[in-house]
């Protein structure tokens, strides 16, 4: 135990720049998944027969093992960070379509009645009551899409990305333990920070007048 | 005022649900659509602000086709109230009132006021409530919102799905006479669906019966009541509905219509004659104009010369009872007068009829019958 607290200081400047650097790979591909999942949930909303293959389409891209993903989007991207950022960008899309989906298609159909039988246009239906209502479910999707990415983007170091992942490789080449552990370790409670951070951002959105 | 013209509304799959209804609702009144579920009353309704677009046939408001304009303004301009369920939840008390004022972008100051105007109104103190949640509301209170959200804007007509069918009938019952009294003062065109006949009979000015896509009847409450078109809303309303409201019963409803008269110049003899002829034990004596004089019974008769004129031998002092007093009225007047006849006048103070204990009988009979 000592030796690997030792190991982990005198490794302190590489592994926090390690851990930066992760940070700042996962925050791009979520925050992309974001911008471009969120909009798509809400585009098969209102085209509701896309929403089969769209949801079906994002199905099959998480069920395709993430090396595998990784080997495809190699010829495209080349090596670097740009394929690790796209493949867990892809893998993230699934739970923020799905869950924008759910949540607007969830909304009771009395209350978007009313609304509209108020004189609400689409995108005021959407803004005022849509999206606000629809939000706590969203934020669940984020949630779930930023926490594996934290765990996916470790594989980003295997194509040269950097990233904790870096650190679990090199430890498993050498048959190092206290190296693997010092990748490993942070990553996980970097995940939970994560969650836990998103969960505060859930609260904070859902309207009071829902909040349980 | 609502003109419903020709109107026709089939789905895509070719079932027609609303089969070419014409009525009009007047302004100012309070207008019930009632029937069956699958009757085509909320369709019906769903119309007047284009939820629902109809097939074929025209609908108008104060004369102007509504499928001329932009469905979003006649929206905005028209008051909608729907189950409870219709607050958003995600909006407080405030903001939920003034939705369409700030849709039609009425200035911030002019929509607290106005809200804040339309809680004194229903008697909820608009400190307490303004930023409170729908959640944190009864379902009476939150119905009470749903009224006035639908007024805030101030339109002249207001639809009104059934808004307290979800509502205890304590609640229900209070929120249909706040109704009442708002729409005295208030005075909209509001057009009310419901399927609970004692709430069209207690709100409605008029009422419009509905069955698979048509008109049945479409009359008032006391109209519908008495004249029920045959087999469907006889059925529909309860054969004997009218016995629960008993208001709407009046004494020219039961009375006998042609009581056996005589002039006051008959003699004894020949009133005993008429009576025996018509197999009744009293007559009632008018003069030439039908003016009630008195009434003479064959008691008062047994033991007189017959030949005596009636005015000498009637009793003259006779109480009497409008044609238009209820029969809650009449029996409590048989009751503490201890009578068993009972002339109607009208307002000419001529006779019209006569009810006695024993049409009041046959009257209370049919409703076992």
């Given at each position: 135990m000592s030796d690997f607290i030792n190991f982990f200081l005198s490794r302190s400047n590489q592994i926090g720049n390690l851990t930066l650097q992760h940070i700042e790979l996962t925050i791009v591909a979520v925050i992309a998944a974001i911008v471009i999942g969120v909009p798509i949930?809400?585009?098969?909303?209102?085209?509701?027969?896309?929403?089969?293959?769209?949801?079906?389409?994002?199905?099959?891209?998480?069920?395709?093992?993430?090396?595998?993903?990784?080997?495809?989007?190699?010829?495209?991207?080349?090596?670097?960070?740009?394929?690790?950022?796209?493949?867990?960008?892809?893998?993230?899309?699934?739970?923020i379509i799905k869950n924008t989906f759910?949540?607007?298609?969830?909304?009771?159909?009395?209350?978007?009645?009313?609304?509209?039988?108020?004189?609400?246009?689409?995108?005021?239906?959407?803004?005022?009551?849509?999206?606000?209502?629809?939000?706590?479910?969203?934020?669940?999707?984020i949630r779930i899409a930023a926490v594996t990415a934290v765990g996916l983007m470790t594989i980003a170091a295997f194509i040269g990305a950097g990233g904790l992942g870096y650190m679990i490789f090199t430890g498993i080449q050498m048959y190092n333990t206290q190296m693997v552990l010092a990748g490993a370790i942070p990553a996980a409670i970097l995940a939970l920070i994560i969650d836990f951070i998103i969960e505060k951002i859930e609260i904070k959105v859902t309207p009071k007048g829902i909040r349980k | 005022m609502i003109e419903f013209k020709d109107v026709k509304k089939s789905y895509n799959d070719g079932k027609e649900i609303i089969k070419g209804i014409n009525f009009t609702i007047n302004s100012g009144e309070l207008f019930v659509l009632i029937g069956p579920s699958g009757c085509g009353k909320t369709t019906t309704l769903k119309m007047i602000n284009r939820l629902i677009e109809p097939t074929s046939g025209k609908i108008l408001i104060d004369g102007k086709d509504i499928t001329k304009g932009d469905p979003i303004e006649l929206r905005r301009n028209i008051g909608y109230v729907i189950q409870q369920t219709g607050l958003f939840p995600n909006m407080t008390i405030g903001q939920n009132i003034e939705i369409v004022p700030y849709l039609k972008k009425w200035p911030q100051q002019k929509r607290r006021e106005r809200t804040m105007e339309l809680l004194r109104l229903v008697g909820m103190d608009p400190e307490e409530f303004i930023n409170r949640y729908p959640n944190e509301l009864s379902g009476g209170q939150k119905q009470r919102i749903g009224v006035i959200r639908a007024l805030a804007a101030n339109p002249d007509v207001i639809l009104m799905d059934e808004p307290f069918s979800a509502?205890?009938?304590?609640?229900?019952?209070?929120?249909?006479?706040?109704?009442?009294?708002?729409?005295?003062?208030?005075?909209?065109?509001?057009?009310?669906?419901?399927?609970?006949?004692?709430?069209?009979?207690?709100?409605?000015?008029?009422i419009c019966i509905m069955k698979?896509?048509?008109?049945?009847?479409?009359?008032?409450?006391?109209?519908?009541?008495?004249?029920?078109?045959?087999?469907?809303?006889?059925?529909?309303?309860?054969?004997?509905?009218?016995?629960?409201?008993?208001?709407?019963?009046?004494?020219?409803?039961?009375m006998i219509n042609s009581p056996v008269k005589a002039n006051p110049k008959r003699t004894v003899l020949q009133a005993i004659e008429i009576m025996k002829s018509n197999k009744v034990d009293s007559i009632l004596v008018v003069d030439g104009n039908e003016k009630l004089l008195g009434i003479a019974t064959s008691k008062d008769m047994s033991k007189k010369d017959g030949n005596k004129k009636l005015e000498e031998i009637m009793e003259t002092n006779v109480i009497t009872a409008y044609n238009d007093e209820t029969i809650s009225e009449i029996l409590k007047i048989m009751d503490e007068k201890g009578i068993g006849l009972l002339p109607i006048i009208n307002k000419e103070k001529r006779l019209v009829g006569l009810i006695t204990k024993s049409s009041l009988i046959t009257v209370f009979s049919k409703l076992y019958s």
């Amino acid at each position: 135990m000592s030796d690997f607290i030792n190991f982990f200081l005198s490794r302190s400047n590489q592994i926090g720049n390690l851990t930066l650097q992760h940070i700042e790979l996962t925050i791009v591909a979520v925050i992309a998944a974001i911008v471009i999942g969120v909009p798509i949930g809400i585009i098969i909303t209102r085209f509701r027969r896309l929403s089969k293959y769209i949801i079906g389409l994002a199905n099959v891209v998480q069920a395709i093992p993430s090396l595998a993903l990784m080997g495809f989007l190699i010829p495209l991207f080349g090596i670097g960070s740009t394929p690790a950022i796209v493949m867990v960008f892809l893998y993230s899309l699934l739970p923020i379509i799905k869950n924008t989906f759910t949540g607007i298609t969830n909304i009771d159909s009395e209350i978007l009645e009313a609304g509209r039988g108020m004189g609400m246009t689409n995108s005021q239906l959407l803004r005022l009551i849509e999206l606000p209502l629809s939000l706590p479910v969203i934020m669940a999707g984020i949630r779930i899409a930023a926490v594996t990415a934290v765990g996916l983007m470790t594989i980003a170091a295997f194509i040269g990305a950097g990233g904790l992942g870096y650190m679990i490789f090199t430890g498993i080449q050498m048959y190092n333990t206290q190296m693997v552990l010092a990748g490993a370790i942070p990553a996980a409670i970097l995940a939970l920070i994560i969650d836990f951070i998103i969960e505060k951002i859930e609260i904070k959105v859902t309207p009071k007048g829902i909040r349980k | 005022m609502i003109e419903f013209k020709d109107v026709k509304k089939s789905y895509n799959d070719g079932k027609e649900i609303i089969k070419g209804i014409n009525f009009t609702i007047n302004s100012g009144e309070l207008f019930v659509l009632i029937g069956p579920s699958g009757c085509g009353k909320t369709t019906t309704l769903k119309m007047i602000n284009r939820l629902i677009e109809p097939t074929s046939g025209k609908i108008l408001i104060d004369g102007k086709d509504i499928t001329k304009g932009d469905p979003i303004e006649l929206r905005r301009n028209i008051g909608y109230v729907i189950q409870q369920t219709g607050l958003f939840p995600n909006m407080t008390i405030g903001q939920n009132i003034e939705i369409v004022p700030y849709l039609k972008k009425w200035p911030q100051q002019k929509r607290r006021e106005r809200t804040m105007e339309l809680l004194r109104l229903v008697g909820m103190d608009p400190e307490e409530f303004i930023n409170r949640y729908p959640n944190e509301l009864s379902g009476g209170q939150k119905q009470r919102i749903g009224v006035i959200r639908a007024l805030a804007a101030n339109p002249d007509v207001i639809l009104m799905d059934e808004p307290f069918s979800a509502l205890d009938p304590i609640t229900r019952n209070q929120l249909q006479d706040e109704l009442f009294d708002l729409q005295q003062k208030l005075n909209k065109t509001i057009v009310f669906v419901t399927h609970d006949m004692d709430e069209a009979l207690k709100l409605g000015d008029r009422i419009c019966i509905m069955k698979d896509g048509n008109i049945i009847q479409l009359d008032t409450p006391e109209e519908i009541l008495k004249n029920p078109a045959h087999g469907f809303v006889e059925n529909f309303i309860g054969k004997n509905r009218i016995w629960s409201n008993p208001d709407y019963i009046k004494a020219e409803d039961i009375m006998i219509n042609s009581p056996v008269k005589a002039n006051p110049k008959r003699t004894v003899l020949q009133a005993i004659e008429i009576m025996k002829s018509n197999k009744v034990d009293s007559i009632l004596v008018v003069d030439g104009n039908e003016k009630l004089l008195g009434i003479a019974t064959s008691k008062d008769m047994s033991k007189k010369d017959g030949n005596k004129k009636l005015e000498e031998i009637m009793e003259t002092n006779v109480i009497t009872a409008y044609n238009d007093e209820t029969i809650s009225e009449i029996l409590k007047i048989m009751d503490e007068k201890g009578i068993g006849l009972l002339p109607i006048i009208n307002k000419e103070k001529r006779l019209v009829g006569l009810i006695t204990k024993s049409s009041l009988i046959t009257v209370f009979s049919k409703l076992y019958s």
